[in-house]
């Protein structure tokens, strides 16, 4: 039978593995946030109206973040690049957004997520037009 003094000398040693597993756990969810969020997604629709190129742009577990660009990457935050023929021709800060004065020709068009510090997710949507 354990009397109680020598209970109060066992009940910090018999705390040790419980705290320890505490610890592993919060370990395990900073050691990966992404496992947390949701990956962010991309839908892009668009129309010609004359030489102007409108997007709408659809997005699920991401938020567009004009004020944190060029800061620290915070997971599903940032905003959108916008390619033409390879080259990029614009940051994007909302859902909505015209590219004017597309030049004549036939294109290529991809549109990626892209964190605060502009790198970028990995995710996104090609296209071709053509302007006449």
């Known amino acids: 039978m354990i009397r109680p003094k020598n209970l109060l000398v066992l009940l910090p040693l018999l ?4 705290l320890a597993q505490l ?11 992404h496992e947390h969020h949701n990956s962010p997604t991309l839908a892009v629709a668009h129309r010609l109206q004359g030489d102007d ?13 004009l004020e944190n660009m060029g800061k620290e990457n915070r997971y599903g935050e940032g905003h959108v690049h916008l390619y033409l023929d390879g080259k990029k021709v614009a940051k994007i800060f909302s859902p909505q957004y015209v590219y004017r004065d597309v030049p004549t020709g036939h294109h290529d068009v991809m549109v990626e997520l892209a964190h605060n510090n502009h790198d970028s997710y990995g995710i996104k949507q090609t296209f071709q037009i053509d302007i006449k």
């Open 15 to 18: 705390a040790i593995p419980i």
């Open 23 to 33: 610890d592993w756990v919060a370990g395990q969810a900073a050691a990966s946030p």
């Open 53 to 65: 190129l409108h997007l709408q742009l659809t997005v699920t577990g991401f938020t567009f973040s």
